[in-house]
């Protein structure tokens, strides 16, 4: 059994604890506002889940899920999580973030930021291009026929192997986008940004994901993945 540290456990931190904790996983949420906020988390999810400070779900998880704002990743606990894996949810947007020069110019991408602010841990760039509702109606048991795939980058193989698992676990395959600089293939604006996920046909100008206007959600494989990652200009 796993332990997973959620900092942060808004829309998709929530949705991720759900899945774990489904999957027989424990979980230990933490938020901005206090353990004594998420009570009504910890209740829905049962046994398996409990509500700590950011420091204690860093401690606590043998893998850690950072799913905030990007504008606070500096907030991150950094000691805790020396030797751990990292999972990125998330994603820039500077009307949100505010502008960080170095993202708008290319030059570097949010999870490089994180991976900067822990030096010492694994961080794997994944779940920041599927919505949360897709990412709860997508998951299914191995060798399900409509299983879908969720992408992934980083620079540690190991790091990635074991998120390859955790996955598994959670209702989904892996597809490698290769090193975590790779990630910019699937952040937001790209092919790979939600897109494969919304059914065919969707009308993309009714998508408002701020309000939760999403079309249905379809299966997605790897290969679609991959030709999403590869529509990305160079
Ligand atoms: N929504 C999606 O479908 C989706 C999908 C993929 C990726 N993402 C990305 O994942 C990240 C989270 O998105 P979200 O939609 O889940 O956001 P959200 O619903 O607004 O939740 C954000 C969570 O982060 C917590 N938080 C904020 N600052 C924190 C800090 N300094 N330390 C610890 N916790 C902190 C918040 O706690 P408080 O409420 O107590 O402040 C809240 O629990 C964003 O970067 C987003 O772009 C979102």
């Not at 829905?44 to 899920?65: L, N």
């Not at 598994?168 to 092919?191: C, K, V, W």
């Not at 996920?197 to 969707?202: D, L």
């Not at 408002?208 to 249905?216: E, F, L, S, Y």
């Amino acid at each position: 059994m796993t332990t997973w540290g959620l900092i942060g456990s808004g829309k998709i931190g929530s949705a991720v604890a759900r899945l774990a904790v489904a999957a027989g996983d424990d979980v230990v949420l933490s938020n901005s506002r206090g353990p004594e906020t998420l009570a009504d988390l910890v209740a829905e999810f049962g046994p398996h889940a409990r509500a700590a400070t950011p420091v204690e779900a860093a401690e606590a998880g043998d893998v850690v899920v950072v799913t905030i704002p990007l504008k606070a990743y500096r907030s991150v606990p950094v000691e805790p999580l020396v030797g751990k894996v990292v999972i990125d949810t998330n994603n820039y947007y500077a009307a949100r973030d505010d502008h960080f020069p170095e993202l708008d110019d290319g030059s570097t991408t949010s999870s490089e930021l994180l991976q900067q602010h822990l030096p010492q841990s694994h961080v794997v760039k994944a779940l920041n291009n599927i919505n949360f509702l897709h990412l709860a109606e997508l998951a299914r048991p191995a060798r399900s026929a409509d299983r879908s795939a969720l992408v992934i980058a980083g620079d540690d193989a190991d790091a990635k192997a074991r998120v390859t698992q955790l996955f598994d676990r959670l209702g989904y395959g892996t597809l490698d986008a290769g090193p975590l600089h790779e990630g910019r293939r699937f952040q937001p604006d790209t092919p790979a940004y939600g897109i494969p996920y919304f059914a065919p046909g969707a009308d993309l100008s009714k998508v408002d994901a701020a309000r939760g206007i999403m079309p249905p959600s379809s299966p997605t494989t790897a290969a679609d993945l991959t030709a999403a990652l590869a529509a990305f200009p160079a």
